[in-house]
């Protein structure tokens, strides 16, 4: 599904923060991806949701076949990509239902799904907010505004849910929970876990790993995976801290 | 008697009419002469120098004419809304309020050749305690030339009303309205403009406000078109009055919009809010001017000044100017000015969920605006407000 392959980025104009990166991500899998801060984790992550302001110097990265460089944020959106971001914007004045029904409609138009309407929106709505444990209330809001950090987190799993997306990046979704919201996202990410879906969790620690278990785990350090394993690996970091496994 | 040049070619147009009251004859006599004595006001007019007249000073309009449509809905009794014509000969008593020492004067020169020159207007007067719901609406639409309108709104003490202004038109002409606005003590009136003349228009609009103890004045103005555009509005407080003076001017082409206000605190114990909300793309232009005036003993004022500004091209521009003179030493006075592109992370969030890049542009520019419409208080107003914008930026 994803195969990045020799990834080489630098900050427009600065210093280069990916120095080699290669990993294949295939329909199914949950990978792990750990490191200390500023091993170059959130780059990855906004490179393949698109985010500018990086000089992609080297290599490739092809999703479905499609050279995803090449594309736009939003085609990356319709196509299946979906971030979860690590500081989720505030959009005061622009209503969360808004927003999130001319997202979900953007994707259904791009790949010729008919629109929802706002009934068949509002059913989906209220399957996948019980998941999330989300209040109502906080729909009715602009988006992520007045919104706690949990609540906030919690948004950005329950907008996966509602998009639907063919592969999942959530940078850093466990920062900031405390161990109530981090139930309850791990358990909204479990819920999403499918044969057809791919997720890629970027984290510094180990603990959103104890609630979702990854397939493959990897560690990336100074801009090069330069460990790869099972999910035995995140214990053994846990134990052992990123110098116990030579970063 | 000198003349200055640019006011000539209104002198040339000036006619009394025979049938109207003595006082009205000599009111415009007086207006006219402290125009053409004054003139256009000039760039090195604090108040006028980011507004460009040189196009209104080149090519002087003909007398024009326009149509206006009063929609009064279902009117209670102690209400009165009519034509300024029909009011002169009705109820003469209450016109006459529509022009003031000001006009007279020549401090504010196209407020005195409005009263010199205008022939019709609205006129909203309700008695004690009368509401008004819901709004009543005026729309104008122009057709050529210069038309000059004399509005009057007058609530007595208690009273409630929504006033709707609309001005729209076609083809190169020149609107100049000067509105007298007068609420009484614990009276309540909101007033809404939108100005969506055509594309070649030029509009001018003076609001003069005068607040009672306790009065609560709203004023939301939504700037479209016109070529060149100004809104004054100018309000003195009374004793604890409210007054919430909001305005949103989006703007493209070579388009060039004022909006100028001044706030008077003589009394004490009022509350000032304004916020104002500018889009800008293309070569067009912008400024907002803001005085907030608190005088000596006007203890316990509270007011807040907020003008904000989104440039889309790097080729249009804004100007503010936020003043406060403060002579009472136990007050609350603030204001923030801020001009920039839209968001790049919101605008990220928004197309890493997949809506494009227009959409999205279009939804936080639509909410940046609408933040400045956020106290009208009427839903079905605020969605009007709302569906006039989106038709703006749709447009694009």
Known sequence: MLEIKNLHASVDGGREILKGVSLTVRAGEVHAIMGPNGSGKSTLAGILAGRDGYDITRGSVIYDGRDLLAMSPEDRARAGIFLAFQYPVEIPGVNNMYFLRVALNAGRKARGEPELDAGQFLKTVRNKLKLLEIDDDLLQRGVNVGFSGGEKKRNEIFQMAMLEPRLAILDETDSGLDIDALRVVANGINRLRAPNRAIVMITHYQRLLDHVAPDFVHVLSEGRIVRSGDKSLAAELEKTGYAGVGV | MAVKTEAAPYLDVFRPNAGEPAWLRDARAKARDAFVARGFPSRRDEAWRFTNLRPLADKPFEPGHGKLELKPGSLPKGAWFASMARTLIEKPEIARRAIGESDLAGGQPFASLNAAMFADGFVLALDEGVTLDPPVEIVHSAGDGSINLRNLIVLAPSSRATI???????????????????????????????QDEGPEAIHFGMVRAALEPAATYRNFGLTLGANLSRQDVQVAHGIGSIVDLAGAYLQRGDQDTTNAVVVD???????????????????????FLGTIRVREGAQKTDAKQTSRALLLSDRASVDTKPELEILADDVKCAHGAAVGDLDKDTLFYLRARGIGIDEARRMLIEAFVLEAFETVEQPELRGHLAARVRVWLEAA
């Open chain 2, 164 to 194: 709707v202004e609309r001005y729209c038109g076609e083809g190169a002409y020149w609107t100049n309205t000067v509105t007298t606005v007068s609420v009484g003590a614990g009276a309540s009136l909101t007033h809404v403009k939108v």
């Open chain 2, 265 to 287: 605190h003589a009394a004490p114990g009022a509350t000032t809010r304004e916020l104002f909300k500018g889009v800008l793309d293309k070569r067009s232009h912008g400024a």
